[in-house]
Nanobody, 126 residues
Framework: QVQLVESGGGLVQAGDSLTLSCAPS????????MSWFRQAPGKEREFLAA????????TYAESVKSRFTISRDTKKNTLYLQMNSLKSEDTAVYYC???????????????????WGQGTQVTVSS
């Protein structure tokens, strides 16, 4: 079992930056993919970015690729999502997720992730 706890959400102004954190616990994450998703009211959960916990390779949704950066600090055991130039449409609940992923391809579907945090609200006012 993997437990995930997100933090760092809040209310910001359009154009601001914000960094979300996710603290995994419960087992070693070697071979795991870690990701960030978000879900706005009335919308489906949306993939944002994923990273290999061990190797650090990444993949991004095209919609956020130029503004968001996923990273991890294995010594601090923390996953991050740096978000720049925030827009009102970025308002959502943000989730981190983990999956024991065989192969070499980072997964981008929510259904591929086994473990989820409780989410952290990000509200961007215009």
């Amino acid at each position: 079992q993997v437990q995930l706890v997100e933090s760092g959400g809040g209310l910001v102004q359009a154009g601001d930056s914000l960094t979300l954190s996710c603290a995994p616990s419960g087992r070693t994450l070697i071979g795991y993919a870690m990701s960030w998703f978000r879900q706005a009211p009335g919308k489906e959960r949306e993939f944002l970015a994923a990273i290999w916990w061990s190797g650090g390779g990444t993949t991004y949704a095209e919609s956020v690729k130029s503004r968001f950066t996923i990273s991890r600090d294995t010594k601090k055991n923390t996953l991050y999502l740096q978000m720049n130039s925030l827009k009102s449409e970025d308002t959502a609940v943000y989730y981190c997720a983990a999956a024991n992923t065989p192969g070499l391809t980072l997964r981008t579907r929510a259904a591929d992730y086994e473990y989820w945090g409780q989410g952290t609200q990000v509200t961007v006012s215009s």
